[in-house]
């Protein structure tokens, strides 16, 4: 595979993921560390969005795919190109010039940024080469270049396409319950929802399928599980055209 990089193009991937049991949205982020080679004084301290520099060969969306593999080892997960980032001063601060001048690419870089959206115990992050740590969507670290608002701007588009199209699904176990499917909507929009007509208009929903099953290992009373199913969804999609969340 040809590997010559453009030097002034990059894609940026902002990973979220859905951890069960803190009920909490959070986003995937490298450590960014350099240090003096004279002194060892630390130079640059902080967090950044996993990304890279586009091949001359590859596509963008291959080039978000390959960036989010080589962090996660993982394939084939729900992805969004939400928006181009070309701002002349996006990558001028004084940390950023350092970094930058250590790795040897172009300041005046312009990134295309993507979202991908992942279940948290689906990367393992405890031996990951790039020092990965996930992040609450509200805590979020020091972070270098404009990752900050790419971040914010990538869970705006979120909360709207979240609510268009059933892709809370990505960040929820196979089997689950209308409790668990209620906390990831409140915690993507930040809203508490009433229990009781969320419930009611969501078993009502053909794509969400109920199984013979119930929850397992839970110390409260057990509750009804469920699945959704893409296929009705698609069908049902198809003959309607726009269907509500």
């Known amino acids: 595979m040809n590997t010559k990089k453009i030097p002034n193009l990059s894609v940026d991937c902002v990973v979220f993921g859905y951890d069960t049991d803190t009920k909490s949205l959070n986003v995937l982020l490298l450590n960014r560390y350099l240090e003096s080679k004279s002194s060892n004084a630390i130079l640059v301290n902080d967090f950044v969005l996993t990304g890279y520099h586009v091949y001359e060969n590859e596509t963008l969306d291959e080039s978000a795919s390959r960036v989010l593999k080589e962090l996660t080892g993982l394939t084939n997960l729900y992805k969004k190109q939400f928006k ?66 790419i971040i914010l701007e990538a869970y705006e588009d979120l909360k709207i396409k979240c609510l268009q199209d059933p892709i809370i699904f990505e960040l929820l176990p196979d089997k689950f319950t209308i409790n668990e499917v209620q906390d990831v909507y409140q915690s993507i929009l930040d809203i508490e929802i009433d229990n009781r007509n969320f419930r009611r208009k969501l078993i009502n929903k053909k794509y969400i399928v109920p199984l013979d099953e119930k929850q397992v290992g839970v110390s409260k009373k057990p509750a009804q599980l469920y699945m959704f199913s893409k296929d009705i969804y698609d069908k049902m999609f198809q003959k309607n055209y726009l269907i509500s969340i």
């Open 84 to 149: 181009a980032f070309g701002d002349p001063n996006r990558l001028m601060d004084e940390k950023d010039s350092l970094w930058i001048e250590n790795q040897e690419f172009n300041q005046r870089t312009v990134t295309i940024a993507y979202y991908f959206l992942l279940k948290t115990d689906a990367v393992a992050i405890e031996n990951n080469k790039h020092k990965a740590q996930w992040f609450a969507i509200n805590e979020l670290p020091k972070l270098g270049f404009d990752h900050e608002q």
